[in-house]
């Protein structure tokens, strides 16, 4: 069944069986204490008949597409309706003529209880709601007009007044009809404008995620290629005024690295699909980094970095390390960038309301009262001449308050123009009993510990991606043989075995998913090699698309070298280095 005010009328029939029924005893049981004979019992017989007769002919409707059948069977089941009602509202004639007065004020009622039913259940339908209402109507009218007609003299004034009320009555539920009708209408219509609204908006979504991430690919390729060349510049004989070139070139890719990350983490706060994880944070030894990433950038400014973190506190703590680090670290560069002269303090304590403190205080410009709560809006700033002199997208603060608030807490300013600014981020308190270990010190390439002699396959469209990989192995002494596609990169795993396989995303011929699936899938020597993704593609589904081919490491351009040579070090170890192995291109 298609229609679907059909269905919903064929379903109350259907679903109303019991219930009917049990009215239909009330009603009899009522006519029988009124006036005692057989007829309440034979009348309860044959509306049950009926009853019966009704929900096997609307069930069948349910199983029905729109054909010439469906229209045939309609018409069945408006006469079902119509005999239906008929037999019931027959009990109010047995009741208004021999149950005496109270006999007829029953009738009355249980008539206009059932106009007011149909009304309610079958207006979804015009055929069905006039084949109920016309025989309950006609008995409404006919049983004090006959009754008018019947008697004589002062005895028939009291039965035409109730037949006004009866008319009126029914004039008031024809426009209740219409009304309801009408309101429904609307409804329907509301509906279909709302439905519509959100699927362009879902439209609109995806159109903006495709293109997040074809930006973002697009951007990251030429940026893997500059900053990938600036860091193996940098282990190159370089004069003071080189370095300071490729220093300079170095802070712009970072700049436009951490924008790109801020649009994605933005992107996915909006889109509600921001994830958080909740393990232990070591406060000392976070304080501690901070302080050592932005110590340098203050000394070279004169200023002084204090952490002071409370003697009362838990040093170790349930949160997001991650999104605590990001949060903090934008808060801390905020104030080393805005403060020209003086202290900056960052205080960890417990509140007065029981959260987690943070209180970032800069001696710097400060913020105008006016400007408070324009700087946690996105791509906004104090001033004008703020971003002209600062720089910046504004991003930051408006990231850092989100993701506050999604991990339970806030973040909030109080600031003086000229005096300097105090950012406090609260965050639920929750002592970690965890045993924190030590962490692991990366070794990367200068022999921390014995590097293997290991194979690399490397699989990527583009000959300047492949080329910066295989620069950044040359210095291990590592081999590594090359594929441009996913279909090459099949063929050479059926060829040889390799140690580990660095795979790209997007490829023509074949992509990088496509081509894993395919290794994981067959008999060759690299079925169980550890492959990795090494790709431009960095949203939260392009993860999830490579760990249902089974790959968990993911790495995203620009390469970070020592993340790079660390990951490899690590999926290579247990597997036997190949013999006479040499650095070649293929």
């Known amino acids: 069944m298609t229609d679907s005010g059909e269905e919903m009328v064929a379903t109350m029939r259907v679903n109303s069986l019991w219930t009917r029924l049990g009215l239909a005893a009330l009603a009899a049981l009522t006519a029988y204490l009124l006036h005692p004979t057989f007829w309440p019992a034979a009348w309860l017989s044959v509306y049950t008949v009926t009853v019966v007769a009704d929900r096997f002919l609307f069930r069948h409707a349910l199983t029905f597409e729109r054909s010439e059948q469906w229209r045939a069977s309609e018409w069945q089941r408006i006469v079902s309706v119509i005999v239906t009602v008929v037999v019931f509202s027959s009990l109010s004639v047995y009741n208004w003529f021999l149950g005496g007065a109270e006999g007829r004020v029953f009738a009355a009622i249980s008539v206009c209880c059932s106009l007011m039913s149909v009304t309610l259940t079958m207006y979804h339908k015009k055929r069905y709601l006039f084949a109920a209402l016309v025989p309950h109507a006609l008995y409404l009218i006919s049983l004090p007009v006959v009754t008018v007609i019947l008697s004589s003299g002062g005895a028939a004034l009291p039965f035409a007044v109730v037949s006004i009320s009866i008319l009126a009555y029914l004039v008031y539920l024809m426009v209740a009809v219409r009304t309801l009708n009408g309101n429904m209408l609307a409804l329907g219509q509301a509906r279909q404008v709302a439905e519509a609204a959100m699927h362009a908006a879902e ?38 005024g080189q370095r300071a070139h490729l220093n300079l070139m170095a802070e712009a890719n970072d700049v436009l690295l951490g924008l790109l990350n801020d649009v994605l983490d933005l992107s996915k706060i909006e889109a509600g699909k921001m994830t958080f994880e909740a393990s232990a944070v070591y406060l000392p030894e976070m304080l501690r980094n901070l302080e050592a990433l932005f110590l340098p950038q203050a000394t070279e400014k004169g200023l002084t970095l204090k952490t002071i973190l409370a003697r009362d506190l838990d040093e170790q703590v349930i949160s997001d390390p991650l999104r605590l680090r990001q949060i903090l670290f934008n808060l801390v560069s905020n104030a080393v960038k805005f403060t020209s002269q003086g202290t900056i303090w960052l205080r960890v304590r417990r509140r007065k309301d029981g959260m987690l403190g943070f209180e970032i205080e800069d001696q710097g410009i400060g913020i105008d009262a006016e400007q408070l709560e324009r700087i946690f809006s996105s791509f906004e700033q104090g001033e004008a001449a703020t971003t002209r002199r600062y720089g910046g997208t504004g991003l930051g603060l408006a990231i850092s308050r989100k993701l506050a608030r999604l991990m339970g807490g806030d973040i909030t300013v109080r600031s003086e123009p000229g005096l300097g600014s105090c950012f406090c981020l609260s965050l639920p308190y929750e002592p970690s009993t965890s045993v924190m270990s030590t962490p692991d010190v990366p070794a990367v390439a200068a022999a921390r510990r014995p590097e293997p002699l290991i194979h690399v396959l490397i699989v990527d469209d583009h000959e300047v991606n492949r080329r910066i990989v295989s620069l950044f192995l040359e210095p291990m002494g590592w081999g590594w043989t090359m594929a441009d596609n996913g279909i090459e990169a099949v063929e050479r795993c059926y060829a040889r075995r390799f140690d580990v396989i660095l795979m790209d995303m997007q490829m023509p011929l074949l992509d990088g998913i496509a081509a894993t699936r395919r290794i994981r899938a067959g008999k060759g020597p690299n079925r169980e090699t550890p492959i990795i993704a090494l790709t431009a593609n960095s949203m939260d589904y392009h993860r999830a698309a490579w760990a249902e081919v089974g790959v968990e490491d993911f790495l995203t351009k620009p390469i970070d070298p020592e993340l790079l040579i660390t990951t490899l070090l690590d999926k290579a170890e247990g597997r036997a280095a190949l013999p006479g192995d040499q650095a070649i291109s293929v």
């Open 203 to 240: 439209e609109a979504n995806a159109a903006k995620s495709n293109f997040l991430a074809v930006i973002t690919h697009e951007i990251r390729t030429p940026m893997n290629a500059v900053v990938s060349s600036v860091n193996l510049l940098r282990k190159t004989s370089l004069d003071d």
